[in-house]
Every structure is written in C-alpha cells, then in structure tokens.
C-alpha cells in the first residue's frame, strides 16, 4: 500500500523540485545569489515542508478522516455531524465549500505548469529547441486527456514503479551536489530562515510566494488518504519521499552555493536539469515529463472524486459519472469535468507560455486552500477532539501565522496571474453555493403542497383502476406524495398494483454499511415507502439496491417494474428565495444536469418522466 501511494498520492509535490527553487531566486523575489541567501531559502523549504506537510497535514490532519476518507468535503462532513445545528456550523460549510472551490484552480493549473517545466528541460539540452516546448507540452496535455475515458487501472500500474525511480534520481542527484558542498546542511538550522528575514525583510516576503511550491500538492495526500489509509501514506512520505525530496532541494541549493555569482546567476534559471552531467541531461527530461505526467494524472482524478463528492452531497447538480473499473469503485470518469479541464488547461499554456509565469498563478490556490485546512483544523480540535482552548490556541496560530504569511505572500502575484486561480474559485464556489441554496427551496415549495402520503393511500384505492405491476416514484423527501404521482393519477387514472415511493438518501459518510442500506414502510393497500441509503463515495445504483429490498411486498423483476421521474421547471418568481440572477443560475443548472435516469442506473426501457412547473 506504501509503495502503491508513492505512485498515485505523491506526483503533485514531487515535481516541485522542477520549479520551486528556480522561482525563489528567477521569479518576481529576485533574491541576491550569495551563500547566505541560499542557505535562507532551502532552510524555508526545510521547515516548510515540516511544518506544513509533515505536521500539519500528514501527522495532524490525517488523523481526522471522516471513515476514513479525507478532503476538505470530508473534513466539513465530519464536524457537521458532530456540531450538529450549531449557530456556526453554516460558516464551516462555507469555508470547505471555497477550499473546493479553490481546488479546481489547482487542478487546471498543476498539469500546466508541470508538463511544461518538464518540457522546458529541452533548451538545457539544446536552446534551439526552444519554439517546440509548448506544441509538445499542448500535444501532451491533450493526450493525458483523451486517455481518461480508458481509466487509469492499466496505466496506474507503471505509475509506482516510475515515481520511485523519479525520487530515487532525485535523491542522487541532490546527494552528489551535496557531497561536493556540504557546507549546505547548515541550512537545516532555522538561523538561516530567521536571518533571511532580518537582513531582506520584504523580498523575503515575497520568497515566500516561491518557496510555497515545494509544498504543493500537500493538501492532494490528505484528500487521497481514502485510497490507502493513514499508516501506508505516512510511511511512504516519513521513510522514503519526504528524504528525497529534500536531498534534491539541498542539492540544488549546494550546486547554486558553489558557484562564482556570474556563473550561478545563469544555472539558477533552470538549476534542476542542471544537477546532471550532459550525457544524462535528455533522459532526465523524458523521466521528468513521464513524472508530469502522473503527477498530472492523479490532479485529475482528485477532480473527478471532488465533483463526485459535491454531487452525492447537494453541493452539484448531477453530472454523467462513468465508472472505469469493475473492481475499483473510486476509478470514475466524468466527462464534462474532464474536457472542461482541458479546455483551460490549454488556454493557460498559450496565454502564460512558460512555468515561470505560471508560478504566480499557482501558489494561491493551495496557500488558500490549506489556510482554510487551518480554520477547519481549529473548529476540529475545540469541537470534536474536545481540546482545552490553551492547548489548541498555540498550535492553530502557529499554523496561522505560517499558512496566512505563505497566502499572503501570494495575494502580491494576483496581477501577474494570481486572479486565474481566484477567479476560478469564485465562480465555482457561486455555482456550488446557488444550487445548494435552490435544492433547499426547491424541496420546501414542494413541500408546501405535498399532500400526506397516507390520506393520499386512503383516497386513491378505491379512485382508480389497479393495474397488474411495480410502479415506483422516485421522490427527493421521504415526506409527502410525489409529483409524478399525483400527475399519474389525474391523468392516467390508474394504479399499480404495488406503488413504491422511493427515496435515495446520501449519508455525511463516505460508506454506508450493506446491512443498513435499506429501510421500507408499509403503508397498507399495496402502497410502501422505502428508502436506499448510500455514503458520499458510493454508486448510487437503485435497481441493485432494490434487490436488498426484496421484503417490500416481494422482489422487484425489472420487466414488471416501471419508474415514474419527476423533472422539475423552475419559473422566475418575486418571492424572497435568491436574487433573480441566482434563480437563473439555478436553472440552467437543472435543465442541464443529468437526469435521474443516467445518475440512478434506472433501466432506460423502464422510465417515465412526468413534469411540473415550480416556483422559488
């Protein structure tokens, strides 16, 4: 399972070496190239990674899993089931809600500036390379996205095996330049970072919008911790990636350190390619792009388990999920999610050209994202570990004032590309935010004029012709007669003879235990009312579930079964719900979302949809 989460989990961090030490001094900081500043900075990237990822995410954070799944939506899950309807709970929503929100800046931005610093290693090799970079990194790029309806079971089988070279190579390669140099270990002393600081102050500052990418992608190990737990994942990052990556991090400042300032001056444009010998230089880029390559893989497919989370849990309307795998229910593929990402994937790399001006655009996304991992961490330690104030209060601002300085820093590169990631994020969380707001009303206008289901039961029996058959008529709330119902008997005048009200319930688990899964009512003349429940990771698949429900009234045989669907068209109204153009939104986002047909697996020959009109 270690060896398992070197390949999928660790791609994102550990491709910074590419880019993160090279921005510090190439980038907008333009720190002095001298012995003592770069000992300041792979200090910072030392305790960085220590505090941010080791501490707070792999020893902290990752103790926090929601059964065992992790992720912003996860952690939100598990402390509103544990607060309850506290008069704060909507604001620990909100904040998980944004950090989701934020990361799909990330995972637009990741395979960009990852296949392109790859790509970029071409003109250490040869400068006349140069004008073939971006058609190689697009033609890449495209390719990675065309394989995702394939699945990745066949290809994620090579992803260890090539992710343990990579950091095996990193770690020689750092290693060497450290034996030549070894004056560099002094910066594991916090001196150095500390001093960095009193002698340059602001450009510091700014060092640190750079120094945030060695740490990138530590938010990815605590969202993937579901696909192979706690202890695994901590001894691949303690026992083999975290030592790697730092020897590569130590070694390039070692080489930059050794060198006379004009000749430094010129390495510390590409520093990484530059820590092999020239025979060895193509290989390591076909290496580092197959590394960008999985790195970019497993972005991705956090994308696809984010937008299916979001969707089981209200957040998203329905999308079309396919799963790629008959063994492996996490291995989904979403299409809309999938080319929309490519889509701007390709217009980041034709707009910013190069890594470097990507870097601006990057960090801000994951300073934000794990500065709100830290206002989650505080509600987490007070209100479910049931802390002492005193004891968490050092802890929270610790990691406080680390991840605000990091965001911070960041929020100064907001005209250099810095809004890309912002904008991204304030329009998905608006998205996520208005249909969450219009489901709520949507079920409440509904509700105000469901009739009782069992004065409906009693009416009915003797109003209309029994039919020989199953009907089923899915409904959103377990209260209340369905639509489709009422519109079936007014129009139709007739009755099956075994009528279930179905709903499908999303647990705030990941996982609902198979014996739990069905629940059923009987509600006397042929009518029942049951309920599928299923946790935020699952399929919700209801002619399997059915077959669990067999006690209600009988088996389900399909070919005797119809489903009845409601779909719903929303009118403008005045009433106090949301502002107009919120409604409109809403709209749009019901009349495209999936049908219930595709998101249940209903059977496609066994599906009436009845319609009506609703008011917000």
Not at 200 to 216: E, Q
Request: glycine residues 8%.
């Amino acid at each position: 399972m270690a060896v398992g989460a070197i390949g999928i989990v660790f791609g994102d961090i550990g491709t910074s070496p590419l880019y993160a030490f090279r921005e510090t001094f190439a980038g907008t900081a333009n720190v002095a190239i001298d012995r003592m500043h770069v000992l300041g900075v792979v200090s910072l990237i030392f305790w960085s990674m220590l505090l941010v990822v080791a501490i707070q995410y792999v020893t902290i954070l990752m103790r926090a899993d929601n059964k065992g799944q992790g992720g912003s939506l996860a952690l939100v899950a598990l402390l509103s089931r544990h607060m309850g309807k506290s008069s704060y709970g909507w604001l620990v929503i909100l904040l998980g809600v944004f950090a989701t929100s934020l990361f799909y800046g990330d995972s637009m931005i990741t395979p960009a500036i990852s296949v392109l610093s790859a790509v970029e290693g071409l003109t250490v090799v040869d400068a006349g390379l140069q004008q073939y970079v971006i058609p190689i990194a697009l033609g890449l790029l495209v390719f990675l996205f065309m394989l995702q309806a394939r699945g990745t079971a066949k290809v994620g089988a090579l992803f260890a095996p090539v992710m343990i070279v990579w950091f095996l190579v990193l770690a020689l390669l750092g290693g060497w330049q450290i034996m030549q140099n070894p004056d560099i270990l002094w910066a594991l002393n916090p001196y150095y970072a500390v001093m960095f600081f009193v002698t340059d102050g602001f450009v510091a500052f700014l060092a640190l919008g750079a120094v945030v990418l060695a740490v990138t992608g530590s938010e990815a190990l605590y969202s993937d911790m579901g696909h192979f737990g706690r202890g695994p994942m901590r001894l691949s990052w303690f026992g083999f990636v975290m030592p790697c990556l730092l020897l590569n991090y130590f070694g390039q400042g070692a080489m930059i350190a050794g060198l006379p300032a004009e000749e430094a001056a010129v390495v510390v444009q590409n520093p990484f390619f530059l820590l092999a010998s020239e025979e060895w230089r193509l290989p390591l880029v076909f290496l580092a792009t197959v590394a960008t390559f999985i790195a970019s893989q497993a972005v991705i497919s956090g994308a696809f388990s984010i937008t299916h989370q979001a969707v089981q849990m209200g957040f998203m309307p329905r999308l079309s999920i396919l799963h790629t795998s008959e063994t492996e229910g996490g291995q989904i593929y979403i299409p809309f999610v999938n080319w929309a990402l490519m889509v701007a994937v390709i217009i980041l790399v034709l707009t910013f050209q190069s890594s470097s001006n990507l870097a601006s655009a990057y960090g801000i996304a994951v300073t934000g994202a794990v500065t709100i991992d830290t206002l989650l961490m505080a509600v987490l330690l007070v209100g479910v570990w049931k802390w002492k104030w005193w004891y968490a209060a050092p802890v929270v601002i610790l990691f406080l004032i680390v991840d605000g300085a990091y965001f911070a820093a960041n929020l100064t590169k907001v005209p250099d590309g810095g809004w890309f990631p912002l904008l991204v994020g304030a329009i998905t969380f608006t998205l996520l935010t208005t249909w969450a707001r219009g489901r709520k009303l949507m079920r409440e206008r509904m509700g105000e004029v469901a009739l009782p289901m069992e004065i409906f039961a009693k009416s009915a029996k003797n109003s209309a012709t029994r039919v020989p058959g199953t009907a089923i008529f899915m409904a959103s709330a377990k209260g209340g007669v369905p639509s489709a119902l009422l519109h079936n008997i007014k129009h139709n005048k007739v009755l099956h003879e075994r009528v279930v009200i179905l709903t499908v319930e999303i647990a705030e688990i990941p996982y609902v235990d198979p014996e739990k899964r069905c629940e059923y009512h009987d509600l006397g003349d042929g009518f029942f009312r049951g309920v599928l429940h299923y946790g935020f990771m699952e399929e919700t698949n209801v002619p399997e579930g059915l077959k669990k429900m067999d006690r209600c009234g009988g088996e389900f045989d399909m070919m005797q079964t119809s489903f009845f669907l409601s779909r719903q068209t929303l009118l403008p109204s005045d009433k106090p719900g949301m502002p107009i153009w919120r409604e409109k939104i809403f709209a749009w986002m019901l009349r495209n979302s999936a049908t219930a047909m595709e998101f249940f697996r209903l059977p496609t020959n066994r599906v009436v949809e009845l319609g009506s009109q609703v008011r917000i």
